[in-house]
């Protein structure tokens, strides 16, 4: 255990929740009550960032768009959110590497704590480079505390390569939004077990990130309406989930979603195309190509 000293005594999500200072003296009743009381507080503190999450949607399609990647860093919880939200893109929005995430001491952390990992900047750093990062890619940082080394040192990294930097803290003046270009901070209070910030502090990061991936994916073509029309139909449940979007995208049968996705190797977007443009998949490739993965620009042309 390092000898440094840390100071966090004046850290909002390390003060004591007055609702809660006998904890363990409530009934469960009581205690679920309180919970659910001090979550509906992270909902107003998130809606008190959003112009600042605006400004990383619109950093990471400007990115996403040069060919860079959104890569998520962070340790302990909220590395797991990272890690959590970039692995879900890939079966929502079919993505390959656009978007990644590193935890302080490697994947194994996502299960068990790698003690002190979270406290080296070098090791950000070292993460990083092995990512190749380079300065169409967007590095955002996620720490509760807003103080985390690993999260700063990936910051200066990503400077360093001129990378555009993002941070996510759950104290309002985070030492983090120092080292950062787009400095989100939310401050739902104080958590109602004392400094355990998987619990408000991590729903904040969880909506953060939900909103930072989904509406960058709609930003660059993964989404026509409101239908997921670039996921992956890996299982059962997909693969009807992909036969029910064309259906709903172009008002046809079941047999012809099934018969056309079929067709396009369960492609989706050139489904709907194809049905919705009366063209061949080959053409309905090139309309997709042309509008940079639009389905609504393939099939009304004049709504750009």
Same mark, same amino acid.
């Given at each position: ?124 750093? @070292? ?7 380079? @300065? ?69 990061? @969880? ?86 993965g639009f389905v609504r @620009?393939?099939?009304?042309?004049s709504k750009k």
């Open positions: 255990m390092s000898e440094v000293k840390v100071n966090i005594s004046h850290l909002g999500t390390e003060t004591r929740n007055p609702k809660t200072m006998d904890l363990d003296l409530l009934s469960t009743k009581e205690i679920l009550r309180i919970m659910n009381e001090e979550d509906h507080r992270v909902i107003s503190a998130v809606e008190e960032a959003l112009p600042q999450i605006e400004k990383a949607v619109e950093q990471v399609i400007c990115s996403l768009n040069a060919g860079g990647r959104l890569i998520y860093v962070g340790a302990g919880t909220s590395g797991r959110i990272g890690i959590m939200d970039a692995v879900e893109c890939v079966p929502t929005f079919s993505t390959t590497d656009e978007v990644q995430a590193i935890i302080a001491g490697g994947n194994g952390a996502f299960v068990k704590a790698v003690e002190g990992a979270e406290d080296s900047k070098e090791l950000a750093q @070292k993460d990083l480079a092995e990512l190749q990062l380079a @300065k169409n890619d967007v590095v955002c940082a996620i720490a509760a505390s807003g103080r985390t080394p690993y999260c700063i040192g990936a910051l200066e990294y990503a400077k360093s390569v001129e990378a555009a930097t993002v941070s996510i803290s759950c104290n309002k003046n985070a030492k983090i939004s120092q080292y950062s270009e787009i400095a989100i901070e939310v401050d739902a209070g104080p958590e109602i077990l004392t400094g355990s910030t998987r619990l408000k502090s991590g729903t904040c990061q @969880k909506l953060i990130c939900n909103m930072i991936s989904t509406a960058s994916m709609v930003g660059i073509g993964k989404v026509y309406g409101n239908l997921m029309v670039d996921m992956k139909a890996t299982n059962l449940k997909l693969v009807e989930r992909a036969k029910r979007i064309v259906m709903q995208s172009t008002q046809c049968d079941y047999e012809t979603a099934e018969q056309v996705l079929e067709e396009t190797q369960y492609s989706t977007k050139e489904a709907i195309v194809m049905i919705l443009t009366g063209t061949s998949r080959k053409e309905a490739i090139e309309l997709l190509k042309k509008n940079k @620009k393939c099939v009304s042309p």
